[in-house]
């Protein structure tokens, strides 16, 4: 049973948040430090950017008006600083004075690339952007500030080069697919990893119940309007210091703190709503039959109709004309910021509810947040972060299920129901009835998910050079997935019942240490240390009921029938530690060396520890005096190191399944189970530079990466002298990956009143397999019949030696573009990768005068392939319309009819339309039906978003507020595509995941999902 949250939770929490803003100014305050910070170019003030005097904790935040206050500030003179990201860092001296209020305004230069950012991720304690060896990727709330987003999922897409975000699903609340950089591993989850304020929590994507066919991403957790900022590392190189599970990159999530000074208040409200684009195919006039106004036709398959028009109508097809409609979208938040000498305080809530654009499709989530930092002591700092999201979802059915909305009602005449005759009244005779609405409207999917993070810092600065940094997390995600059909119901008369609680906890240790020193007046060294532990617990339980009585709310009891229920149990646990030491030449050459070690409870019992080394170098040329002025920064930087993937909880364990026979119980073989089976190894080296000019106008980052995973996991066929058990997980794979990454920043046109900037982001990437321990079965390796197919890549999708991973394979029509008969290949042939190998991400913001800003993100990804099985499942019925015209003609050539009536076809078109109705294709019959036909390539471009945002003018809301902001956008706006489909994003999840964690099967296919709706929306944003 789904638990609630106790209505005493968001009390608690909103009086803390009062309390908190009260809290009064230290009564030994001495003196007061305020000002402005703005732009040296165009004088815009600058919000978020951190003040403070240098060598204490004293500081503060700037407004949305780039305004600043810093109590207590002691008697003398201090060195004040300012940091802002994208920014020089600014200095001044200071003067503070007991009881009297000193002013320091601030010009920040403008940089496209700045190396006195202070960085966290894959580093061993925070450290300067000019110290790190590899790429970074942030994207800071500065950022966001003006484009519609809710979630990190949004955020990350387009914006970080060679990180791709796929929108699987377009229902509320569907989560995507997030990778990074090339596939490296052919068994695990590519999840990556994510910290949230320095606390891990549970990272993968996980499938919801039944029908809906779709997964949930931990990402939708994370109120955008709580990030300050986000850190992305993309491969092994940077990774090391995480150790096991890292091979696919890690996400840094750091929400948003309080820091001395006046509480600052900021609300937002936002309205809007989703609408779902015609599904144009072809030239189809029914957009895959959801326009279902009037007569509809397909083409008869069977032979007493064969080539004629079944003509049908859908009565209860909406008064509108369209089964969508538009879906009603309504956000709120409020969130507080601010403090005292010692602590600061960031509280925030928020709530959406939203429609989509079916009915039943709903999604509510509400959030809480609190974030408290506290210094006792001037060389201790403690933080607790603690944050809970809810999140209660309503899907229609959808994808490959017997119930599903496209399915049905995509599938026009060969739908799953007929209409019953008070359904059908007033239908003319030869018209057949369908009444689509009575099965999907049956089916209740919805699921609870509820999380709560928390986590404790403790950070101990014994001297000036000497650190300590303690972290203790714990992380709780319950996601309760529930089916249900009502007794009475059109296809399950007695209805079912089946509901999936997955409960997924991590307890995460993690200690670092640092000791700075000088070796002489040139050289510095920095000695890092610490460790981690971290515990995972998982576990699902299921029950099904089904054959009820009788009508009413049903229970597990109320079923006549049930099926054995399901209790899913595993703790697996990870502890490590590491060393690094780095060395920095003049603060312009900086040497760091490391090392990793790790043991994981799925470990072989006779494998031991895994050791991951790592070694990066960056260099600052711009640094010397010979280098040009107006070239400011040139950063040549070079990284290596390992990071890995862990085998499965049971991988190395003898199991068995239980069995009963007439109520004896008994078991047979599951695995064999392996006792030297390790984690997957990825070693990746990556060279790159950064570089900016013309006053900051201009900045370019490039890096090349090449990665080798071995001893990749891979199930091994086990011979009769085992006991012929099928398969069991040994290190036995080699995998290898490129690519190159390139981000331009620039400020083509910046004066006073206008600022027009740009951000291009463009990676290309490929990869291979080199070694699956394969065996060829029968001598021609040509057929792909080697033993070590990996059988969880489904849907044509296949990890070869010498081939990308994945990849699509099929029978191809040799001679597609050729007006003649098709020609099949005899044999299985390469058609392309599953994932996208090109991405290109571009962005664009233009500010008029100081009050209206215009926003823009461009995406592509291209490269791979995708199957249409919408196209090919509605083809053999004859309801894809774009094959109709072919159909016809096939129809009339069978009758008798010239077979140079066919000459306008192409071969492919051919093969795709077939009307022989026998069976599957084949060389010596290509045009029989067959799904190879339909792979096609998935390249395709999307304008993500836009928004336009105007400030108001002060004298509008002076009264009320100190600054507010309304803001229009829209997402999902534009797509360009040759894909057939109805998106080259989607897929049904459960084909490539199952309904559990997120690593499973590879292949992707588009099948009956629904694809993204656009949205609509205005948002006020208020600070006071």
Not at 221 to 245: C, H, M, N, Q
Not at 322 to 340: A, E, M, T
Not at 545 to 562: H, I, M, N, Q
Not at 984 to 996: F, H, L, N, S, V
């Amino acid at each position: 049973m789904s638990r609630r949250a106790s209505p005493l939770v968001p009390l608690a929490v909103s009086a803390f948040a009062l309390l908190a803003a009260a809290f009064p100014a230290s009564a030994q305050e001495v003196g007061r430090v305020t000002g402005v910070v703005r732009a040296a170019d165009t004088q815009r003030p600058l919000a978020g950017a951190q003040v403070y005097i240098q060598g204490t904790r004293i500081g503060s935040l700037t407004g949305n008006d780039g305004r600043y206050l810093i109590v207590n500030v002691p008697a003398g003179t201090h060195d004040l600083r300012v940091t802002l990201i994208g920014y020089t860092q600014g200095a001044m001296s200071v003067t503070g004075r007991a009881g009297q209020t000193a002013t320091a305004d601030f010009l920040m230069k403008e940089t496209a690339v700045s190396l006195e950012g202070i960085v966290v991720t894959g580093t061993a304690a925070q450290v300067r952007a000019r110290e790190v060896g590899n790429a970074l990727a942030a994207v800071s709330s500065r950022e966001l500030a003006n484009i519609p987003v809710t979630n990190p999922e949004n955020i990350l897409g387009g914006r970080i080069p060679g990180l791709t975000v796929l929108q699987g699903n377009g229902q509320p609340g569907a989560g995507t697919t997030v990778r990074i950089r090339s596939q490296t591993t052919v068994s695990s989850t590519t999840d990556p990893l994510i910290y949230v304020d320095g606390i891990r929590i549970f990272h993968e994507t996980v499938g919801t119940q039944g029908g809906a066919r779709l997964g949930l991403s931990p990402l939708q957790d994370i109120a955008a309007e709580d990030i300050e900022r986000i850190e992305v590392i993309k491969g092994a190189s940077a990774a090391t210091l995480y150790g096991t599970e890292a091979a696919g990159g890690v996400i840094q999530i750091f929400t948003k703190r309080g820091m001395s000074g006046a509480p600052i208040w900021s609300a937002e409200l936002t309205g809007g709503f989703n609408n779902q684009p015609p599904m144009k195919i072809g030239n189809d006039p029914w957009d895959l039959f959801t326009k279902c106004a009037g007569e509809m036709y397909g083409i008869g398959m069977t032979t007493a109709t064969y080539g004629q028009e079944i003509k049908f109508v859908d009565t209860t097809c909406p008064e509108s004309g369209r089964w969508f409609k538009n879906g009603p979208v309504q956000r709120y938040s409020l969130s507080v910021r601010g403090g005292s000498t010692g602590m600061g305080y960031y509280v925030s809530a928020n709530y959406s509810d939203e429609d989509g654009t079916l009915p039943t499709q709903r999604a509510r989530l509400g959030g809480l947040r609190a974030n408290l930092d506290f210094a006792p002591t001037e060389n201790v700092k403690i933080q607790l972060n603690s944050a809970l999201a809810m999140r209660a979802l309503s899907f229609v059915e959808d994808g490959n299920s017997l119930r599903g909305f496209l399915l049905n009602v995509g599938r026009g005449y060969s739908g799953n129901y007929l209409g019953k005759p008070e359904d059908c009244v007033g239908v003319p005779a030869g018209v057949t009835c369908f009444a689509n609405e009575r099965i999907w409207l049956d089916a209740h999917n919805t699921t609870r998910s509820d999380r709560f993070t928390t986590g404790l810092t403790v950070t101990h600065d014994a001297s000036e050079a000497l650190t300590n940094r303690l972290s203790i997390g714990w992380d709780f995600d319950q996601i309760n997935n529930r089916r249900m059909q009502d007794w009475g119901a059109v296809l399950t008369a007695l209805g079912n019942l089946g509901n999936a609680i997955n409960y997924h906890t991590k307890l995460s240790i993690d200690y670092a240490g640092s000791w700075i020193r000088p070796i002489r007046s040139d050289l510095n060294s920095t000695f890092s240390w610490g460790g981690q532990i971290f515990r995972d617990q998982h576990r699902r339980t299921s029950y099904y009921t089904y054959d009820f009585a009788g009508p009413g709310v049903p229970t597990l009891e109320s079923g006549s029938r049930w099926d054995p229920p399901t209790d899913y149990n595993l703790t697996q646990t990870n502890a490590g530690f590491f060393l690094q030491e780095m060395l920095g030449y003049k603060d312009r050459a900086f040497l760091t060396l490391g090392l990793r070690v790790d043991g994981n409870s799925a470990f072989g019992e006779n494998f031991g520890l895994q050791q991951y080394p790592k070694a990066s170098l960056s260099y600052v040329l711009s640094d010397h005096a010979f280098w040009p002025k107006w070239f400011e920064t040139m950063k040549l930087r070079g990284a290596y190191g390992f990071s890995g993937k862990a085998p499965g909880a049971f991988a190395k364990l003898r199991t068995w399944s239980p069995v009963s026979d007439d109520g004896t119980p008994g078991f047979t073989p599951r695995d064999v189970g392996n006792p030297d089976v390790g984690p997957e190894r990825t070693r990746e080296i990556e060279f790159g530079f950064d570089a900016s000019m013309g006053q900051g106008r201009l900045g370019v980052e490039a890096t090349y990466y090449n990665a080798k995973t071995s001893d990749a996991l891979v199930g091994v066929s086990q011979p009769g002298s085992m006991g012929g058990w099928g398969t069991r997980t040994e290190n036995v794979g080699e995998l290898t990956a490129d690519g190159v990454e390139l981000q331009l920043n620039a400020a083509l046109y910046r004066t006073n009143f206008l600022e027009w900037r740009v951000r291009s982001n463009l990676a290309f990437s490929r990869n291979e397999a080199q070694d699956l321990n394969c065996q060829d079965l029968d001598g021609l390796p040509e057929n792909g019949r080697e033993s070590c197919q990996i059988v969880a890549v489904a849907n044509g999708a296949y990890i070869r030696v010498g081939r990308p991973v994945p990849e699509y394979w099929g029978y191809k029509i040799l001679n597609p573009d050729e007006h003649a008969a098709p020609i099949r290949s005899d044999s299985l042939l390469p058609i392309g990768p599953v994932m996208p190998t090109r991405l290109l991400g571009f962005s664009t913001s233009l500010s008029i005068g100081k009050r209206i800003t215009l926003e823009a993100l461009l995406e592509h990804q291209g490269g791979h392939y995708l199957p249409n099985y919408t196209g090919y499942q509605d083809e053999r019925r004859g309801v894809w319309y774009p094959c109709y015209e072919i159909q016809k003609v096939m129809a009339a050539v069978k009758a008798g009819g010239s077979a140079s009536l066919l000459d306008p076809y192409t071969a492919i078109e051919r093969a795709r339309c077939a009307t022989n109705i026998t069976g599957a294709g084949s060389s010596a019959n290509p045009a029989g039906h067959d799904s190879n036909y339909w792979i096609d390539k998935a390249d395709f471009w999307k304008l993500r978003s836009i928004s336009l945002s105007l400030e108001l003018p002060e004298k509008w809301v002076q009264r009320y507020a100190d600054r507010a902001t309304l803001i229009l956008a829209g997402r999902n706006l534009l797509k360009w595509t040759d894909f057939q489909g109805t998106d080259p994003e989607i897929e049904d999840y459960q084909d490539r995941a199952g309904a559990g964690s997120g690593a499973g099967a590879y292949g992707r296919r588009e099948y009956y999902s629904l694809p993204p709706a656009r949205s609509f929306l205005a948002t006020l944003r208020v600070t006071f």
